[in-house]
């Protein structure tokens, strides 16, 4: 960390920071800020910085250990950001880091696992973090869509949901996770999801959490099968008296969402592709961006910049296009609004500039800096701050016939991929390599509250039906045998809630009964799910819940038409065909974008536990699969192009390869043979001292056991407990899976 002479002076004066009930009013929890609009309200900004320091820079600090693509949030004075962690080592991993806001020192580094991602380490901290007022907790969803609840002030864990095993939420190359929201009592998080039962498509998906306890409210989802994963974040406004959130998706839409519910409201159909910039949303109007092909009939023009109206209430909401201009590139940086005009830089850093309310184009396509864009803009003091990925940025002036550039510069190293923000008066610029914080001696801010600036709801006198009935907690999964109490919230058609006073009646498809609001799974029930729908007259609302015996488990799917019910991620991908005279597991390699493929098989508290399974590749244009059994977040894979078995936990970075000179070896293996795999983790000792042994064998399946292992390794930062599940990777191959079985570990090696 640099600090610099002039910083003791505008520390001491930026002491007035605002404070509401002991909060810091001036704070930016969000990445878009307070207003989810990137503007706060301020004054005496600087005009200009200078990141190499010295007289008169305005420079407080830079961390030049703190880099990435993040943007931080500021809450209670701290400063909270996503980092990789520990890089290049066998411990390589994620951390949230809390620094002092003012002086930039580190108060605590919250520290975790990266396991069974394909995201690269350059990649980690995609998303950013997002901070809650009322409680001073903070919400970071990881590379591999582990989603955590910290303690902003200690930064102790308060719970933590591997969202990937436990809902099949999708963790790719391009570590493209999203951003969480908070919601008074909720936090919502969303991503590409393939799931299981009436689920197990790809659906973009929402997941509502009670932000307290990580309990899930509700799981919604927009329409199956987008195209991509996205980045785009949520925005929380009111329109015409209904709350809604709005956020772009992977189906290329921009959608409109009841926040306590999930209910879909509206969407709008805007790329071909995943929307990736984040929608503007002002007062009635959402203004949105992509850089893809558009829907039909413009699917042969790339981009578009689009003004959509949005009225009505609940089934009778509604999305209307204001404007759209077409061939704009922009599918990165979000858009700002200042006195109805519309600034926009596209993806070659040019800037555009529209009336709000005709489309009118008041300046088009003008060089300022930079060549590449990717960060959102940032307005306040009169002044738009824009970074660049080149490392460039600017500090731009609005004026009557556009804008003009105050001053710019260039950072030494690094690129700009996070976006500025400003709080209590400090701007932040977040680039690769370092965070450089900002201000002059009378920098002041003013105090934004959340809940007045998304707008006044229509009262509840005025909407006093039940329309809605939400069970909960949804998702869940029980032993058979075990008991689950339900309950039931009511809400109208604008998604408040409303006093239930009369009692629901439940019904049960699947196995399993509810009585006295209590579901029972069966003792005799095995890998299956079922869905609890609780009614009032007309009005239904369901849930639903995975049953998963203990240890032992077998599966030779000579009964089944389809994998097991419960399994996460399967059923899209895996078909049961019969193989060799018997029905077997099939990994299809018919569906697009569907080469790797990961299924989880039950509760993430399992540990010590031993997975094998019959196996077998075939060839097809020439490729064989790779075939691989996962334990403890690991992956035992064989690999059927490089001929070599290998024991690694994440993906993209296997740092099991720094620890262990055999985590990767060679293995010739034979298409259109069945070979036996085995996989055994054992963890030793309990934290912080805890090690995870594992231990890999393979051999033709028609021979015996042998009783060496064939490849083994250590990992000194272990995951301490998954799912099993399975991976597989077949770009064109088949790859076939029989007689899995996954048992304790009783004996000691």
């Known amino acids: 960390m640099r600090l610099f002479a002039n910083t003791q002076a505008i520390v001491g004066a930026l002491v007035f920071t605002f404070c509401v009930n002991g909060i810091h009013a001036a704070d930016w929890p969000y990445w878009r800020g307070p207003k989810f609009d990137g503007s706060a309200t301020a004054s005496q900004l600087p005009d200009d910085w200078n990141p190499d320091g010295g007289e008169g820079s305005n420079l407080l600090w830079v961390r030049e250990d703190i880099g990435g693509p993040c943007t931080p949030i500021v809450m209670n004075g701290k400063l909270y950001t996503i980092q990789r962690s520990e890089s290049g080592t066998a411990r390589e991993g994620e951390k949230v880091v809390c620094l002092d806001a003012t002086t930039g020192e580190t108060l605590w580094e919250n520290r975790y696992n990266v396991w069974l991602s394909d995201v690269p380490a350059e990649r980690v901290g995609w998303s950013s973090v997002v901070g809650d007022p009322e409680t001073g907790n903070v919400y970071a969803l990881g590379a591999c869509d582990i989603f955590n609840c910290i303690d902003g002030a200690s930064g102790e864990t308060l719970w933590s949901r591997p969202l990937h095993e436990q809902f099949g939420m999708l963790s790719t190359y391009g570590g493209r996770t999203n951003f969480p929201v908070i919601h008074e009592d909720l936090v919502i998080i969303s991503g590409i999801i393939i799931n299981w039962g009436d689920s197990a498509k790809p659906n973009h998906r929402l997941i509502g959490m009670d932000k307290l306890t990580g309990e899930v409210r509700w799981f919604r989802g927009t329409r199956d099968l987008p195209y991509d994963t996205t980045y785009s974040a949520p925005s929380l406004v ?215 600036l ?107 038409k389809d994998p097991p019910l419960s399994w996460v991620g399967a059923r899209y991908r895996h078909v049961i065909r019969e193989i060799d005279g018997s029905p077997a597991l099939v990994k299809v390699n018919t569906i697009p974008k569907g080469a790797r493929s990961r299924a989880w098989m039950g509760p993430s508290d399992l540990k010590n536990y031993t997975i094998s399974a019959d196996v077998r590749g075939s060839r097809m244009s020439d490729q064989l699969p790779d075939i691989g059994l996962t334990s403890h977040g690991y992956v035992l894979d064989l690999m059927g192009e490089s001929q070599q078995l290998q024991l690694r936990t994440w993906s993209a970075q296997n740092r099991l390869s720094l620890g262990n000179d055999a985590s990767t070896i060679d293995f010739e293996w034979k298409e259109n043979t069945w070979y036996r795999m085995k996989f055994r983790v054992d963890i030793q000792s309990e934290p912080p001292a805890a090690v995870a042994i594992l231990r890999g064998k393979i051999w033709p399946r028609d021979e015996a056991e042998p009783e060496e292992w064939t490849i083994t390794a250590t990992d000194e930062s272990p995951n301490l407990s998954a799912s099993p599940g399975l991976y597989g990777n077949a770009k064109v191959a088949e790859l076939y899976l029989d007689n899995i079985e996954v048992t304790a570990n009783v004996d000691d090696l």
């Open 454 to 560: 998304m707008g006044q709801e229509e009262s509840l006198e005025s909407n006093a039906e039940i329309t809605q009935l939400q069970v909960f907690p949804a998702e869940a999964i029980l032993k058979p045998g075990e008991q689950l109490q339900l309950k039931v919230n009511a809400y109208n058609a604008l998604g408040q809630k409303i006093a239930l006073n009369s009692d629901v009646t439940f019904e049960v498809a699947g196995a399993g009964s509810v009585s006295n609001n209590i579901f029972s799974a069966p003792v005799d029930a095995s890998h299956t799910g079922s869905t609890i729908t609780a009614k009032l007259g007309s009005v239904s609302g369901s849930t639903r819940v995975r049953i998963v015996p203990e240890l032992p488990w077998k599966f030779t799917f000579d009964d089944l």
């Open 238 to 452: 009111t329109i015409d008296g209904q709350r809604q959130l709005v956020m772009g998706a992977g189906d290329g839409a921009i959608w409109g969402f009841q926040p306590r519910t999930g209910k879909p409201l509206w969407h709008y159909d805007l790329s071909l592709r995943g929307i990736f910039a984040t929608p503007l949303v002002v007062g009635n109007r959402v203004y949105a961006s992509h850089s893809e092909e558009n829907v039909a009939p413009f699917n042969n023009l790339m981009g578009a910049v689009v003004a959509i109206e949005v009225s009505g209430q609940g089934e009778q909401t509604q999305a209307k296009e204001l404007w759209k201009q077409m061939e704009i590139v922009c599918g990165y940086s979000e858009p700002i609004l200042i006195n109805d005009r519309l600034y926009v830089v596209d993806d070659r850093c040019k800037m555009w500039i529209f009336d709000a309310s005709t489309g009118e184009t008041i300046v088009e396509r003008k060089a300022f800096v930079g060549s590449r864009q990717r960060s959102a803009l940032l307005y306040a003091d009169g002044k738009i701050y824009v970074t660049s990925e080149n490392g460039r940025w600017a500090v731009v002036a609005p004026t009557e016939d556009g804008f003009e550039v105050i001053s710019k510069g260039r950072i030494r190293d690094g690129d700009f991929a996070g976006s500025p923000i400003v709080a209590d008066g400090k701007l932040y610029f977040p680039s690769t390599t370092a965070l450089y914080c900002v201000a002059t001696e009378n920098s002041q801010q003013t105090p934004e509250v959340l809940a007045e």
